[in-house]
């Protein structure tokens, strides 16, 4: 125990309107590769946004996004970490605010620098979204076992699987650069055997870049991999974008690091 800390906070300022940031930081759920942090709540009015993460023995945290326009073209952004129950109080607690902060804040300048056809693509999938279910992760069960000696309680913890398998055909692992062996894997979980021809697959620099041809059928709970060399572009270790697309040209799934 290290006794009760203000939440961790951090304020800058980015060089993009109020209205742009307000709308691109709401995708950070559609380029969080991880999958970890979910949309909770947001202020229209007062432009401010709650994400929220579930964490290993923990109901979880919120990240709290507050932002105010300073110039037209100019916005702060303030990001605090809070626990959904209680306040920080223990070193390793801080730590993994901490990192919330660094990943948030790394997210936050990938939606910012989207182009303006990357941000079309994400409205898009953003609407075809289903309501959210709850997410499944680590879940914190709290039994108070009344009586025994002593008078005294105890606690269970339980975890069910986190992030499980979309139920849908989806990209399920990037390999990029500085390997020799780039590639994007297609995994298909959707019940039935998909025929991918004229399906692309793309980064954030062609989006389009790679029509995949006939006779690419993936067999349900198979995995299908492209190569870099044969798709023709780079994908880069760091801030890349890679969409997958279905032969209507509508965004299916997007990777991001």
């Known amino acids: 125990m290290i006794g009760s800390i203000p ?36 202020n229209d009015i007062l432009k401010s946004l709650v ?3 579930l964490e290993f023995l923990s109901l979880g945290v919120y990240i ?3 932002l105010t326009e300073i110039e037209e073209t100019k916005t702060q952004i303030d990001l605090e970490i809070r626990r959904k ?14 990192n919330h902060i660094t990943k948030f804040t790394n997210l936050i300048s990938l939606c ?42 105890g606690m269970l913890y339980s975890c ?25 894997v297609i995994k298909n979980n959707s019940g039935n055997s998909q025929d991918l021809t004229g399906w692309t697959i793309g980064d954030k620099n062609a989006p389009n870049a790679y029509t995949i041809p006939s006779g690419n059928t993936v067999a349900n709970g198979s995995s299908m991999q492209f190569n870099a ?14 969409y997958l697309k279905n032969s209507t ?3 299916i799934d997007t990777w991001s690091n």
């Open 112 to 153: 910012l620098g989207s182009t303006d056809e990357q941000i079309s693509e994400l409205r898009e999938m953003k609407q075809k979204q289903p309501a959210q279910a709850p997410k499944q992760g680590c879940v914190v069960t709290l039994l108070i076992m009344a009586g025994g000696l002593m008078g005294l309680g």
């Open 7 to 42: 939440n961790p906070k951090k304020t800058f300022v980015v060089d993009y309107s109020i209205a742009h940031a307000y709308e691109t930081i709401q995708f950070i759920p559609l380029i969080d590769k991880e999958k970890k942090y979910n949309f909770h709540s947001k």
């Open 85 to 98: 129950v209680g306040s920080f109080d223990k070193s390793h607690e801080v730590t993994a605010a901490n």
């Open 160 to 184: 069910s699987k986190e992030d499980p398998e979309p139920s849908a055909l989806y990209i399920q692992s990037v390999t990029a650069t500085p390997t020799n062996s780039e590639n994007v």
């Open 64 to 66: 709290d996004i507050n």
């Open 229 to 242: 060399s044969t798709m023709g572009f780079q994908i880069n270790d760091s801030g890349e974008i890679i």
């Open 249 to 251: 040209g509508s965004v």
């Open 51 to 53: 994400f929220e993460a």
